[in-house]
Nanobody, 124 residues
Framework: QVQLVESGGGLVQAGGSLRLSCAAS????????MGWFRQAPGKEREFVAA????????YYADSVKGRFTISRDNAKNTVYLQMNSLKPEDTAVYFC?????????????????WGEGTLVTVSS
């Protein structure tokens, strides 16, 4: 049974930082591209960042480029999202996603696995 478990969310002031983690189990982690998505209240889920299986290439939404960094540790079956210079508009539930295809992760077309999400709240 595949599980993706996010952690690290919480309440932070604008300008602050948080580091999200997503621990994967039940799959061969190094064979999956990984991504982070977010969903704000009343809005659709949107792409945030993605990373290839080896970690050699990363992709970001324009809204987070230069502030967020995605990384992975294949030995620990974990993907991270370092979020700096947080803004109130970053407030959302953040979801981890896994799929063998980086294209699928980037464009959210039928992703194999999703986590349950972790809430990030940025106060002004």
């Amino acid at each position: 049974q595949v599980q993706l478990v996010e952690s690290g969310g919480g309440l932070v002031q604008a300008g602050g930082s948080l580091r999200l983690s997503c621990a994967a189990s039940g799959l061969t982690f190094s064979r999956y591209a990984m991504g982070w998505f977010r969903q704000a209240p009343g809005k659709e889920r949107e792409f945030v960042a993605a990373i290839t299986k080896s970690g050699g290439t990363t992709y970001y939404a324009d809204s987070v480029k230069g502030r967020f960094t995605i990384s992975r540790d294949n030995a620990k079956n974990t993907v991270y999202l370092q979020m700096n210079s947080l803004k109130p508009e970053d407030t959302a539930v953040y979801f981890c996603a896994a799929d063998p295809s980086i294209t699928t992760v980037r464009f959210r077309g039928g992703i194999d696995y999703w986590g349950e999400g972790t809430l990030v709240t940025v106060s002004s």
